[in-house]
């Protein structure tokens, strides 16, 4: 069966800090992958989205930038973190165009 | 502009029915999907419907109107555990989600 790995599950930077995030998908092979944010009460945002290694949609323009090294693997970096990055970031996968998104636990980012 | 509507906040009362209503305007549609978000947590599937109608699955129900940019998710004989948010998303013509901001819906004993 598949899963989905993302950690850390919690992250407490400073201002202007870098930022990893890292997301691996098991049991599936060349799925689509995607960084969400979701602030408190509200909708998911798309940040980025990928459909293969080395090809990556960004959605929003920000500080953040994405990556997929590998065919399973798709990380979230920032160079410097801003208070406004704060959140809930959320690896999601998909197979097939109109297929269901199976989402990671999530990492809660607090920018102090 | 692409617009998902859903109200805020819900409250109902355990063993009773509730009907969560969601309105969409997408460029293209591609289907629509209702997810469960448990505070802290991540979404986790429920439904997808792509053909107007009901599609059942045991206590939770969906329902489809395309013509009406309308879908409901029906949640029968609820439990306290049945506390959560219901995200309701349409998929454009660009295989896109486009997301709800969810509804809270509180379950009293």
């Known amino acids: 069966s598949q899963t989905i790995h993302q950690w850390p599950a919690t992250l407490v930077q400073p201002v202007g800090s870098p930022l990893s995030l890292e997301c691996t998908v098991e049991?599936?092979?060349?799925?689509?992958l995607y960084w969400y944010r979701q602030a408190a009460g509200r909708g998911l945002q798309l940040l980025f989205y990928?459909?293969?290694?080395?090809?990556i949609s960004s959605e929003v323009p920000q500080n953040l930038s994405a990556s997929r090294p590998q065919d399973r693997q798709f990380i979230l970096s920032s160079k410097k973190l801003l208070l406004s990055d704060s959140g809930f970031y959320l690896c999601?996968?998909?197979?097939?165009?109109?297929?269901?998104?199976?989402f990671g636990n999530g990492t809660r980012l607090t920018v102090t | 502009g692409q617009n998902i509507d859903q109200p805020t906040e819900m409250t109902a009362t355990e063993g009773a029915i509730v009907q969560i209503n969601c309105t969409y305007q997408?460029?293209?549609?591609?289907?629509l999907f209702w997810y469960q978000q448990h505070a802290g947590e991540a979404p986790t599937f429920l439904s997808y419907?792509?053909l107007d109608g009901l599609e059942e699955k045991g206590r939770f129900s969906s329902f489809l109107s395309r013509s009406k940019g309308y879908s409901y998710l029906l949640l029968k004989e609820l439990q306290m555990k049945d506390s959560a948010s219901y995200l309701c998303?349409?998929?454009?013509?660009?295989?896109?989600?486009?997301w709800g901001a969810g509804t809270k819906l509180i379950i009293k004993p």
């Open positions: 999601a996968w998909g197979t097939a165009e109109n297929s269901p998104l199976h």
């Open positions: 049991g599936t092979s060349n799925p689509n």
């Open positions: 419907n792509v």
């Open positions: 998303a349409s998929m454009d013509s660009n295989y896109q989600l486009i």
């Open positions: 997408t460029s293209g549609f591609n289907g």
């Open positions: 990928s459909v293969g290694i080395g090809q």
